[in-house]
């Protein structure tokens, strides 16, 4: 018995080392591989398991929720020059001041993301949803309606001119998540740069307002 714990004491001071202390090359790889395992068998689905959602981060891949400044842009002129679509839906500008995330977000933004409970749901909230497109989209709810006992979400990109046909009526079974907050801002970016000049020339680099 004193022989085996002295094993496995043994195992994991060895184990601990690769991990952390050598500098080699063999350190190296087995320091990747370990994280690589570890974020994709661990961290996500225990993730995934406390949010309740299939996609607690996400990165935001195109400009549709910015604002010019960003955690710095003047708000009231930043709504003065997108009013009359928010009037359209009967939100005012002191109400928007209530919204989750009033000032939008960036390209390459990582949000942390829950459960949509669609009774939960409120104007204003961002939501993340299905529509056939390439990815998911984020974008904020503008009105809700009930339908046969169910309700119906729309929705409009904030630094969008208007609404998108594919958001006008978004069903219960097209949520994915609710943003909640801004993780970090611009890490996407790190994922965004391989892929980011495949797009067509206007959605490509960093986002100006619309």
Known sequence: MALEKENV?????GFWFLLWKDNSIKGWIFSIVFLFLFIKFIFFPVLNLVTGTSLP??????CS?????????DFDSWFQNHEEKYTEKNITQEEFLEFPVKKG??????????????????????IIFSADQRNPIIHR???????NGNRVFSTIGDNNNGQLPF???????????KAVIKLVPYAGWIKLVFYDWQKP??????????
């Open 9 to 13: 004491k043994k195992f994991f001071r």
């Open 105 to 126: 977000f960036n390209k390459g933004d990582i949000l942390f993301i829950v459960r949509a409970r669609p009774e939960k749901i409120k104007a204003g909230d961002v």
């Open 57 to 62: 981060l996400a990165i935001v891949e195109s």
């Open 167 to 177: 958001e006008k009526n978004i069903r219960e079974d097209q949520l994915i998540g």
């Open 141 to 147: 709810v503008v009105e809700i309606k009930e339908i």
């Open 201 to 210: 020339q206007l959605e490509r680099g960093f986002c100006e307002e619309n």
């Open 65 to 73: 929720m910015y604002h010019k400044g960003g955690i710095f842009s």
